[in-house]
């Protein structure tokens, strides 16, 4: 018992009451150190809300708090991370879960049901956390407009969708919607649909959210008369489509409306007691006591007594210290409620506000002021709201409170650069000393995370001052996302003229990232002071700062260069501003892009997709947008994941003991503090195997348990069971585990290369006569290129309960993975018993992308190994640091390539190496590499080639499985070297592509023919319908009209291989059960990840069968009913299964047919049962004429092709690196969708993905192989406000494909390349940029063009007057893999 639980405050441990969806939970031992969230889902079985990250960065665990407040007379309605929020700190609180707003047994919410309806939900993991921000959102604004609903979802993420769908179902409930009408006339509003416009939503400037409506369209988007893009015809009339042509998804009309008198109300209880706050109230647990004083004099006594209290608000830094960085704190204070830190007041010099008070709080009452107050006087205000709508997601401004962000005293905070430069002050006080106002000055933060504020003090209170007339304030922040992420760099200016001049009469600059602390720019501000504001003063600026902020080029956080960079920028920007601002010299035309603050119009687009043909039966799914069939449980939080099931009898928790060396002996693992620890029972290691330690999903190079030697930090060591995850997580990090350093450390592909460290055999494809190619050739280009790895970030991360039989060693393992089969021998294996005694089962998992198709097997056979020792069932959820760290992700690779080409941009030779990083192990590697080999002519056809690929070994994670496995990059490369065979010739990227391009009947580099092919058709079309030859007008007249803002144009098409590589995967069976009750259980071998696999099976067993979807029904994918199934992977899944589904659908139908005379399907099926017909069937199909050798370059690897093109559009800003992508056009080959809502989902979804995967998603790596981007806060993947402003997908139509099931073709992979057109246009804008500073010609950009690569390819002055550091001068604190 600590200590301080003697000592302070009463002497009973006090009672924890609050409510829950109506129904008071009142604890009498409520521990300190558990989160609202583990309590929902621990104590409450409310399983609802989702752990995606422990660490506020994805919203999956939001959740509604009430609060009543008194000072504002009502009550307060906040998102809020559960997975941050203490539970103690709910004391009083009314907590409302995705479960207490509807269901599926009584009714659902109007939110939950057009998020479902609109398809907005695929792994349905992120779901229950964005349906409670909406939730929240309509509870505090019933119509709410679209910039609070797009606000409202700055704090969720989601890594399926896309978003689009989402906002598109969420739009319904805003003003822009709903117009004169509330949106009650069908599909928006009358006024909207009477002028022929908004199909689904958004009618701005005559075009439609959801299809086009000039041209007659009709109100519920169906094209009457030839599609629309931007109003023009798409030039398709006459050509057979037009007829049957929807842009409608799902049917407005038949969403509930939303009534706001039917919300639960506010308990009357916890309104009552609102005013009782009068008790100290103290929760003991078992290594932390929580105070929550009665009264502010109580604070200052206990922070005098102990010092090193930690005072809590909103938790947001000291939670994610606690949970990742393992800091201990016993005692906690929370004054969060205490009215003397909780107020604002309006003094003569500015507003004064608690500290206490919340981020949320200071924006409303800034905005209020700005509008009410003359504008000169707001300035600082105006710059405070601009950052906080940067700064994280509304879940942590609603708690994050503003002393939590100045005492943390981040380097990177965003509001001290701020409060520095406008000189605020804080009142401090405490017990003794009373209370004393501080000057938020160069002297404030004295060291990193220090502050002047001594520790028995607290703070009250900050001043936020009025501007001047005279004076001008902006504050600037560039980030790796726009939207909630933590600054690069931040800045914050103030300047003041003496009055009537442009003489500075003084100036304050302070700066975020360029030091441990906040640091205001001191010499340069002396420097400036008394100076004219006109052009004589940049440079001095610029060369002043460059003093006052040094940094190494070691600099922990890298990317010196950039950050420096951007200090210079954004004076420049500043300065431009002021400069425009005190129109005392104009600022040329071309330079005003510089001062523009960011600007976003609200997302639209179209989807298109042909319809059914006319005939096909109504029970006919196939080809329609149905729902996904979980769409509803997942809304409602009724859809059980791994981790959602009930704890069993005896379960204990897995923690798992990782390497923290790359590469290092084992000399010793001492468990022995571990297993002294609360609620452990035993440790796992290597000797407690029954079977083999030996493992691997392809060959056998991994072990279960590192037994002598670790060969990557992550690598699994050991495991501790305990009875709780908490026990077992913190025992595990005691375990300790001495290492000896081993040589080399082999990390990147560069050092693999050095050491020649390559899996074995290395695979080439070679066609034609190269050498003779490149004599011939006009022109030869070589270069170098790389792409890096992307991160799955599945919503649900890895997880496993497995349970022991204790009969015949059979054993039973529900697992979140893509490979049931693989997860069941590889136990099987560890346990050294056969195969028949394991069966594994999935129900579903929250994403997969292909992270869960063999790296789940590394967490499952540890925890059979731990369930056999224990002979206790044993249950594992990573966390996500843990699942960053040990699950691989998609492989970084390097090419090096020669091309040859004629001058008319004709290709003719290609002659390309690549290397991937596959990590310490080859998993899939190989595979990965033989499909980047296959894709690395693009969409083109090239006489001559030669493409070998080297798999290196790494002392790194094991690489893996990742959507596109190893074609984007392969893919990628071709477009990289393809634009500079145009820019070198001269000829426009169109032409260069056009001229190269696929045709039907071309062979590839690996002599397969291709037939029907569709790349032309899919080209032309996006070219028309993105309207690309005005809009590059369009953008060549932008660029010639701005100097740092500049726009990008680019299309790309795509060819994707349809087939697993490894031939004997192309199988798959099915299993269909007809019940006497006439009800249908589907069982097929592949598994759901989100991707709709089970609704388009059941789709497809509904047209075979002839029976409406509702009959059937599929429970799980289990070992145990299809066996030796190939993981769900590949795109293939449907195909494969479909097919299987089908054959068994028929046999069943053929055993029916005697009965199918009259009566229903359950009479026949009935009378077959008592004539004792067998009313279960298998199906089981393989692909035919998959016959590749690659030794002989002969032979079809692939079934078929899917195609596709993309049009992108962005802008960049020039001086920051910042991007945003205008419009994307998309047109894909899907063949005849089995369901259009579903594939176009996937399109979008995995377009978003690659967007990703080439603009922002980069992994941070130290020298030593560790992973330092280990969770949402440093690993950023797209968010709402990242999508295209305008996004039309269209389907192609009229191009059935006679190889897959119902002429359908895979759409899981192939789209994801088309992200690569938004690489380009970022490419093609940093070109103007370089031009404008004379820079003609190719340049090289590796991928992900983050804001970093962005900015520093745009060179100018300011990035000339920071020049990088030669290599291998100096440790880099950060490497690319
Ligand atoms: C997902 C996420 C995103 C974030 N994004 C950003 C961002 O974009 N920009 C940014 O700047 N920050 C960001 N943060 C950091 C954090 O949210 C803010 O710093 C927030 O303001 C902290 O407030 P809090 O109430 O949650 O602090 P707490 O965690 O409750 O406390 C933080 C510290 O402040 C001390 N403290 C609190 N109040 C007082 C007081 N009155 N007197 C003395 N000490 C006090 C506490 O003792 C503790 O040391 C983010 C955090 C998370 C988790
Ligand atoms: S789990 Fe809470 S924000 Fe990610
Ligand atoms: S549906 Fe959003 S993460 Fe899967």
């Known amino acids: 018992m600590p200590e301080t639980e003697l ?33 929902l889902r621990t104590k409450l079985r409310l399983t609802g809300a989702k752990l995606g990250c422990g660490e506020g960065g994805c919203g999956a665990c939001t959740v509604m708090v009430s609060r009543y407040s008194q000072a504002q007379g009502k009550v307060l309605h906040l998102a809020v991370n559960a997975c941050l929020a203490p539970i103690c700190s709910l004391h009083g609180a009314a907590v409302t879960t995705v479960e207490g707003i509807g269901s599926t047994r009584t009714r659902l919410h109007p939110v939950q049901e057009r998020l479902a309806k609109a398809h907005g939900s695929q792994c349905g993991f992120c779901t229950p956390g964005i349906v409670m921000s909406m939730y929240t959102l309509l509870r505090n ?34 003003k822009e919607f709903q117009g004169c009408c509330g949106g009650m006339a069908g599909n928006g509003c ?124 909103g938790n947001s830094e000291v939670g994610v210290e606690v949970k990742f960085k393992n800091c201990e704190y016993p005692l906690i204070i929370a004054p969060g409620h205490l009215p003397e830190i909780n107020f604002h007041r309006y003094t003569e010099h500015g507003i004064t506000f608690g500290a206490g008070c919340t981020l949320t709080y200071l924006n409303d009452t800034l905005t209020e002021a700005i509008a009410d107050l003359p504008e000169h006087q707001t300035r600082l205000f105006a710059a405070i709201v601009e950052m906080l709508r940067w700064f994280a997601g509304h879940q942590i401004r609603n708690v994050g409170c503003i002393g939590g962000n100045i005492v943390t005293a981040s380097p990177i905070s965003d509001l001290n650069p701020i409060f520095l430069s406008a000189g605020c002050t804080v ?109 004589d003063l940049l440079p001095e600026a610029c060369s002043s700062l460059e003093d006052d902020l040094p940094l190494p ?10 950050r420096r960079t951007l200090t210079t920028s954004f004076f420049f920007k500043f300065f431009l501003s002021v400069q425009q601002r005190l129109n005392i010299k104009d600022v040329p035309p071309p330079y005003r892009s510089a001062c523009s603050l960011y600007h976003r119009e609200s997302p639209h687009g179209s989807q298109m997709y042909q319809e059914v043909p006319e005939g096909q039966g109504r029970e006919d799914a196939v080809g329609r947008p149905i729902m996904h069939l979980s769409a509803l449980k997942q809304v409602t939080g009724e859809a059980v994941y ?53 493992t691997g999903p392809a060959v056998m190079d991994e072990e279960v348990f590192a037994s002598e030697k670790v060969t990557c930090v992550g690598q699994v060591v050991g495991a501790v069971l305990a009875d709780t995850q908490a026990h077992a997580q913190r025992a595990a990090k005691s375990v300790a585990v001495q290492y000896e350093d081993l040589e080399p450390k082999i990390i990147t592909i560069e050092d693999a290369i050095l050491h020649q460290s390559f899996f074995h055999p290395i695979n080439k494809i070679e066609k034609g006569n190269l050498q003779e190619a490149f004599e011939k050739a006009d022109q030869i280009i070589e270069g170098e290129l790389r792409i890096g790895g992307q991160e799955h970030f599945y919503l649900e991360t890895c997880a496993a309960i497995v349970v022991p039989h204790g009969e015949d060693g059979e054993m039973e393992i529900y697992c979140s993975t893509q490979n049931p089969a693989k997860t069941q021998m590889l136990a099987a294996k560890a346990l050294g018993v056969p195969a028949n005694r394991v069966v594994c089962r999935v129900k579903r998992m929250g994403g997969g992308f292909g992270g869960k198709e063999t790296r789940t097997c590394v967490v499952s056979s540890v925890c059979a190994v731990a369930a056999h020792k224990a002979q206790r069932p044993v249950r594992i959820m990573l966390d996500r640091d843990e699942d960053m760290m040990m699950i691989g992700t998609r492989h970084p690779f390097l090419s090096r390539y020669k091309v040859g080409f004629m001058n008319d941009g004709r290709v003719v030779a290609l002659d390309i190496s690549l290397y991937n990083n596959a990590g310490n192990s080859l998993d899939l590697s190989r595979g990965v590499m033989d499909r980047a080999l296959f894709h690395s002519d693009g969409g083109y056809t090239i006489p001559n080639v030669r493409a070998v690929g080297y798999v290196c070994k790494t002392n790194t994670v094991s690489n893996t499985a990742f959507r596109g496995f190893g074609g984007p990059q392969g893919l990628f490369f071709a477009e990289g070297w393809i634009s500079d065979v145009a820019i070198k010739c001269g000829i426009s990227q169109l032409k260069v592509r056009e001229l190269n391009m696929n045709r039907e009947g071309d062979l590839t580099h690996y002599n397969m023919k291709l037939e029907r092919c569709q790349m032309e058709r899919c080209w032309q079309e996006c070219v028309k319908k993105s309207d690309f030859h005005t809009r590059r007008r369009q953008v060549n007249r932008f660029n010639g ?82 066996p030796n199934t190939s993981p769900t992977a590949a795109s293939a899944s449907s195909d494969l299964n479909g097919m299987a589904v089908k054959l068994a659908c028929e046999t069943i139908l053929q055993r ?81 969708s089995l369901n259009p809502a579903i594939d176009i989902g996937q399109i979008e979804g995995a377009f978003v993905q690659g967007y990703g995967l080439f603009t922002m998603e980069e992994q941070v790596y130290s020298p030593d192989g560790v992973l330092y981007s280990r969770g949402p806060g440093m690993y950023k993947i797209p968010g709402f406000a990242d999508i295209p402003v305008q996004l039309n997908v269209s389907l192609l139509r009229g191009a059935p494909n006679d190889k897959a099931i119902f002429s359908s073709k895979a759409v899981g992979e192939p789209p994801l390349f088309l992200a690569s057109s938004v690489f380009f246009a970022i490419k093609d804008a940093v070109s103007s940029a370089r031009a404008d500073a004379g820079l003609k010609g190719t340049f090289r950009l590796d991928s992900p063009a983050t804001a970093e690569r962005i900015r520093m390819a745009c060179q100018d002055q300011f990035t000339a007057q920071f020049p990088a550091a030669e290599p291998g001068s100096f440790k880099p604190w950060a490497i690319r893999l």
């Open 642 to 694: 791994t981790d959602d099931m009930p704890p069993l009898q005896g379960e204990l928790y897995v923690g798992l003991v990782l390497s923290k060396k790359a590469h290092a002996k084992i000399l010793s693992i001492d468990p022995s503090a571990a297993l002294q620890m609360p609620g452990v029972e035993m440790f796992v290691g290597a000797e407690d195997v029954p079977g083999s330690n030996i």
């Open 190 to 313: 009358c006024r909207n649909i009477q002028n022929g416009q908004a199909a689904n939503g958004h009618a701005e400037n005559g075009q439609a959210a959801n299809g086009h409506a000039e041209n007659g369209q009709g109100a519920n988007g169906h094209v009457a008369n030839g599609d629309t893009v931007n109003g023009q015809p798409n030039g398709n009339a006459g050509n057979g489509w037009t007829e049957d042509v929807s842009t409608e998804l799902f049917q407005v009309s038949e969403f509930r409306p939303l009534d706001p008198t039917q919300e639960p109300i506010f308990p009357p209880e916890l309104m009552k007691s609102a005013g009782g706050d009068q008790t100290t109230l103290k929760f003991v647990g078992e290594r932390v006591t929580w105070i929550k004083p009665a009264t502010f004099k109580e604070v200052l006594e206990l922070k005098t007594k102990f010092p090193q209290a930690k005072l809590v608000v």
């Open 141 to 174: 604004h019933p119509c709410p407009d679209m910039d609070q609903l797009e606000a409202a979802f700055q704090g969720n993420l989601c890594r399926c969708t896309g978003y689009r769908p989402i906002l598109e179902g969420y739009k319904t409930f805003t």
């Open 1041 to 1122: 009209e701005n100097r740092w803002k500049k726009r990008g144009l680019a299309a790309v098409p795509t060819k994707f291989g349809i087939s697993f590589t490894a031939t004997f995967l192309n199988q798959a069976g099915a299993l269909v059960h007809v019940y006497t009750d006439g009800s249908v259980l589907l069982t097929h071998g592949g598994t759901e990840m989100g991707q709709g696999l089970h609704t388009k099976m059941v789709q497809v067993a509904s047209r075979v069968l002839r029976i409406p979807t509702s009959k059937i029904h599929i429970s799980e994918t289990s070992t145990n009913t299809v």
């Open 427 to 535: 009142t401090v006080a405490s017990h003794q000393g009373g209370s004393r106002v501080v000057r938020m000055d160069h002297d404030f933060f004295p060291g990193y995370r220090r502050t002047a504020v001594a520790p028995e003090e607290v703070m009250v209170s900050l001043d936020v001052p009025f501007t001047k007339e005279n004076e001008y304030f902006l504050a600037y922040k560039q980030a790796r996302r726009r939207d909630d992420d933590i600054a690069i760099v931040n800045a914050a200016f103030r300047v003041r003229f003496e009055e009537g001049t442009n003489v500075i009469r003084d100036i304050g600059l302070s700066f975020g990232g360029m030091a441990p602390t906040t640091v205001m720019a001191r010499n340069t501000a002396n420097r400036l002071t008394g100076l004219k504001w006109d052009n």
């Open 553 to 562: 080029p070691s600099v922990p956080g890298g990317m010196a260069e950039f």
């Open 1152 to 1232: 029916l047919e005697p009965y199918m005379g009259k009566g229903s399907w359950e009479d026949w099926v009935r009378a077959a049962y008592f004539d004792r017909v067998g009313l279960s069937a298998t199906g089981f199909y393989r692909t035919p004429g998959l016959d590749y050798d690659m030794q002989k370059n002969e032979g079809r690897p692939f079934n078929y092709f899917c195609y596709g093109a993309a049009v992108s559009e962005v802008e960049i800003d020039c001086l920051t690196g910042d991007h945003t992508v205008l419009r994307t056009d998309i047109v894909m080959d899907v063949g005849d």
């Open 7 to 39: 000592t302070t405050g009463p002497e009973e441990k006090s009672e924890l009451v609050f409510f829950v969806n109506g129904r008071k939970v009142v604890d009498q031992d409520a521990d300190p150190e558990m989160t609202l969230l583990t309590y």
